[in-house]
């Protein structure tokens, strides 16, 4: 059963080390995204499953101990999921995660064991959902950290140009994340999400699979768009 969720942006930008000189632009997000792992942490969860977009090669289960880095980002920084710091040399967090463990570090987090899933993209929303649904089955008490992004199109400087598509798609997405609106997720369009480069998509439609007959109210602490995406944070509880 789902007892908690956290959504999260998911821009290396996130950590400080990265953005340098602008690791300022991003404090109020940072700040969010503390609390919304505070929630995580209130609802005593048994397990702690990190969602995020993955490419092929950092897709599939990512067990506790999972290191990434943040070397490709010009950065010698590197992290692991969870408290397990045992090595698991085979694997290799995708950035998402990399940054979710980030997260998790910076707040301490020892709660519960922890598992990591990167999710491709494409995949599509019936499937998304059922791997939400996959998840919350083995666990009796089960949160979620889910990381991704919006548009990435809202300004003519963001890394997919200006879409006038792209604050409404945010603007929906923020509400059904506030509002714990598990049926206006399920019914995100997959194409306009991969057009507007939304990385967030298939991340959130497993959350709407996990949620399904939790009775969760949300609440968005976070919402904007610097450098043209679109950031929101939002928990579930």
């Not at 020892?110 to 083995?138: M, N, T």
């Amino acid at each position: 059963m789902l007892v908690a969720a956290a959504v999260c942006p998911c821009p290396p930008l996130l950590v400080p080390d990265v953005a340098a000189g602008a690791a300022s632009e991003l404090d109020a997000a940072r700040a969010a995204c503390s609390d919304a792992l505070g929630v995580l942490a209130a609802a005593r969860p048994d397990r702690l499953v990190v969602v995020g977009p993955a490419e092929q090669s950092g897709r599939g289960p990512h067990p506790e101990g999972t290191r990434g880095s943040f070397r490709g980002f010009g950065v010698d920084l590197d992290v692991r999921l969870g408290r397990d710091r045992a090595a698991v040399p085979e694997r290799v967090l995708p950035p998402s995660l990399a940054v979710a463990a980030w997260l998790l570090e910076r707040t301490g987090w020892s709660d519960a064991p922890i598992e990591g899933l990167g999710v491709g993209e494409p995949l599509p929303a019936k499937r998304c959902i059922e791997v939400g649904k996959d998840i919350v089955a083995q666990a009796e008490r089960v949160a979620l950290l889910v990381m991704g992004d919006a548009s990435a199109c809202r300004t003519l400087k963001a890394p997919g140009y200006l879409d006038e598509r792209a604050a409404p798609f945010d603007a929906e997405v923020a509400r059904a994340l506030g509002a714990a609106d598990v049926p206006a997720l399920k019914a995100l369009d997959a194409e306009l999400a991969y057009e507007l480069k939304a990385s967030g998509r298939a991340p959130w439609q497993v959350l709407a699979g996990a949620a399904e007959g939790a009775d969760l109210g949300g609440a968005l602490l976070y919402e904007d768009a610097p450098y043209g995406v679109g950031y929101l944070v939002a928990t579930w509880s």
